[in-house]
């Protein structure tokens, strides 16, 4: 037992061995490109469907810190072509984007990736902040970092948590009497219309610093589409 | 029927390739794989449904200004009604009935203060009161091979059409009050549909016609491709 376990030393972010997993092994990258597509689709589709009424808040009392009150997003943007088609397009990419989610969790969790992968607050607070502090200049060199960095690590737990809230808020607006007690969760339909779009905003927010830090680092795009040399960690 | 089911999905066919020419990216097998995905999800939101399942009543205070609440109507000008309006109920029923407005209002009264939701997103409270549909529906006697219910109006023939067990949930009325008062013309008087479980395009106004149907048929914006069993 001994010899197996100095033969595959295990990384400080978790289970990675010199001869095991790939960087970004097959399952996370498979996912992370249809999830990519998926999300293209649902955002189109949903903005689609925003157009039909562009407003946040009940008829006659609309939300008054919404600055886009009535602003339809660019025609552009959207897919369908009309309210109807927009439906029919996000109702039926749900299925695969909840899908693709689960194959990508249950991966997640049972391969052990979690380890290396998720914001753990004790081990990667520290780590995040001079992460945070270097970006923003007021540290000269990066903190070591193992797999990812803290931030990495926070980034894309907060992700994966608005996406969870993107489906759970999305059934409150699609059934809010079916859903009721979701429904209420999120402050009623309402409510929930506003958190769906408030989580639309974040992601974008999240691609966009995504694909930059992404153009900055283009090794990580080669690993995210050949996997990376194996168990290297760093 | 079978005949008109066709006709149904012939036109979410051509309406959706009307869409793709805006698009230009829905070629045929994309558009049969929303129409795929179009059924799969209404026979999802069939089984979500709960015949016993109430929308929460909310208190007078959750009331919309009378003036923001949207009203829309197919016609030209505001349709209003004919004279010697009467309801006509038939299709599977045992004893088809001809009723007039002063009939349902002698029958008993439900009221209830619910959330309207319309499929553009926007949400509205108002209070509703007249027949529960069901009460029609013990009235007239429905026969066991009803599955579907067709509602008709003289607003330029817009119609509608649902399953039974929407139908007869408990929150469903024919409803002739709003907000305590009489119907408005722009909300559908004499008689209209009113549902807490379904989008707000499935409560036909203007009201001219229940018909109890063995099978599924469309209804006006059904037609046009948007879904037809449309629960909230």
């Not at chain 1, 309210?83 to 052990?112: D, E």
């Not at chain 2, 909310?58 to 009467?86: C, G, K, Q, R």
Request: charge should be positive; charged fraction near 15%.
């Amino acid at each position: 037992m001994n010899q197996v376990a100095v033969s595959t030393p295990t990384q400080p972010g978790g289970a990675v061995t010199r001869f095991g997993r790939r960087q970004q092994p097959g399952a996370i990258r498979i996912t992370h490109w249809c999830n990519a597509v998926l999300i293209l689709l649902m955002a189109g589709s949903g903005l689609q469907i925003l157009t039909a009424y562009p407003a946040l808040g009940p008829r006659g009392s609309q939300y008054w810190w919404y600055p886009f009150q009535n602003m339809a997003p660019p025609r552009w943007l959207t897919i369908g072509g009309w309210l109807a088609g927009g439906r029919h397009w996000h109702f039926a990419i749900a299925w695969f984007f909840i899908a693709n989610a689960l194959v990508y969790l249950v991966y997640f969790f049972a391969s052990g990736e979690w380890r290396r992968r998720l914001f753990n607050p004790g081990r990667d607070s520290g780590n995040a902040l001079r992460q945070f502090a270097y970006y923003t200049r007021i540290r000269k060199s990066p903190p070591p970092a193992d797999f990812y960095n803290g931030l990495q690590r926070l980034a894309y737990t907060t992700v994966m948590l608005v996406g969870i809230i993107m489906v759970l808020s999305g059934l409150a607006i699609y059934k809010p009497v079916q859903f009721h007690p979701l429904t209420l969760i999120f402050g009623g339909y309402d409510g929930a219309r506003a958190v769906h779009l408030a989580g639309l905003c974040l992601l974008v927010m999240f691609v966009l610093v995504h694909l930059l830090l992404v153009s900055l680092h283009p090794r990580e795009l080669l690993h995210m589409i050949g996997g990376g040399p194996r168990g290297s960690g760093g | 029927m079978q005949l008109r089911t066709n006709i149904s999905r012939r036109r979410f066919i051509a309406a959706m390739a009307a869409a793709s020419v805006i698009s230009g990216c829905e070629s045929r097998p994309v558009v049969r794989f929303l129409e795929v995905m179009q059924r799969w999800n209404r026979k999802t939101e069939e089984a979500i449904f709960s015949p016993n399942r109430l929308a929460p009543e909310l208190p007078a205070s959750a009331t919309t200004p009378e003036d923001a609440f949207p009203a829309y109507f197919i016609s030209d000008s505001m349709p209003l009604v004919p004279p010697n309006w009467a309801l006509r109920v038939g299709g599977l029923v045992r004893r088809p009935m001809v009723l007039t407005l002063a009939q349902l209002q002698r029958m008993t009264r439900t009221d209830m203060r619910v959330q309207h939701h319309c499929v553009e997103g926007w949400s509205a409270v108002a209070s509703w009161h007249g027949v529960r549909l069901r009460e029609i529906a013990k009235l007239t006697g429905v026969d066991q091979r009803a599955r579907f219910v067709e509602f008709r109006s003289f607003d330029s023939g817009y119609w509608s059409s649902w399953d039974l067990e929407s139908a007869v949930h408990p929150q469903t009325l024919l409803a002739y009050g709003f907000n305590g008062g009489p119907l408005y013309a722009e909300h559908g008087a004499p008689l209209r549909v009113y549902s807490a479980v379904k989008l707000g395009y499935k409560n036909v106004k203007y009201l001219t016609e229940v018909n109890f149907m063995p099978n599924r048929t469309g209804g006006y914006w059904e037609d046009q491709g948007y879904e037809w069993f449309a629960g909230v």
